[in-house]
């Protein structure tokens, strides 16, 4: 069995302003209860030229120049939900790093899990959102496509990742699944988003009423999400695991229990070739290190 690589940012505290909801706190509550004994991996930052396979260079210019902006205990906002702190481009670079690693263990045969912030699925080519700054699990997309021929990206996150959608719309190379509260924040994820040019019928969104709970995503993953990605067959799966799905989120509106998150886990190793490589998304609520940790308890049984 190959126990999962756990791959940290510890310079995910340089991007923090208490009292918002994706704070460092955040991390604080998941290390708490992170299970002891484990290889830990410190990845050095994505590159430029990582960054640039998914960002437009205007985009990156302009969260350089807000952040380089920000005063200390200052802050600077890309909206309403998403801010910049004077330390909020390294840590977000070092994010993405840790997610190119993750996707790096999982090619070489071990599952890891990318246990980082800021979270990046609602960051586009040319914008950031919903508390996302750069696409970790994009970029770290963009550079396994260097090597192979096919990726598979599988949102949990009760979201609709409309920035991983945005950047691979029109690419047959990424299958992008998304189960996902509909209608909700960012008001993307219909059926009927399915790709366009080359990369029609390579978008998977499954929207889901509030409330639902292990239940319906079951159906979601073994009726739409399993079938796709075996069709598929990809050199390796990514997993946007953002938890904020679970009954005790603040910020959901779901019904999930931790339990249904190693349940997903287990189908997704099911059908994979190689293990997968994780990177943390959204959650925020008092049971998310305990849903974490059913992850991890799957992925080290990976043989």
Known sequence: MSPCILVLNDQSIRHDLKGHPESELRMEQIRSVLPGRRIVLKAPPASMDDLLRVHLPEYLSRLEDLSGRCRPGGAAFLDSDTYVVSGSCDAARYAAGAAIAAAEEALSGRP??????????????????GFCLLNN?????????????????????????????????????????????SPFFPGTGSREETGSGEGEGFTINVP?????????YLRAFQ?????????????????????????????GGMNLGPGDFSRF???????????????????????????????????????
């Open 265 to 303: 886990t287990e189908l997704l190793c099911s059908v994979a070739r190689k293990p997968p490589a994780l990177v943390l998304e959204g959650g925020y609520g008092p049971s998310h290190g305990e849903a974490i940790t059913e992850i991890l308890r799957v992925l080290d049984r990976w043989e």
């Open 137 to 181: 699990v994009a970029v770290a997309a963009a550079r396994a496509l260097l090597t192979i021929s096919r990726v598979a990206i599988i949102d949990w996150d009760v979201h609709h990742g409309n920035g991983t959608q945005a950047i691979f719309y029109d690419s047959e190379r990424v299958l992008y699944c998304s189960v996902h509260r």
């Open 223 to 251: 009726e739409e999400i399993l079938p796709a990605v075996c069709s598929f067959d990809p050199d390796l799966i990514l997993i946007s695991a953002g938890q904020d799905s679970l009954s005790d989120d603040p910020l």
């Open 112 to 129: 890891a899990f990318a246990v980082v912030r800021p979270p990046g699925h609602h960051a586009g080519p040319v914008y950031g959102m």
């Open 208 to 216: 889901l009423p509030s409330g639902s709970g292990g239940d319906a």
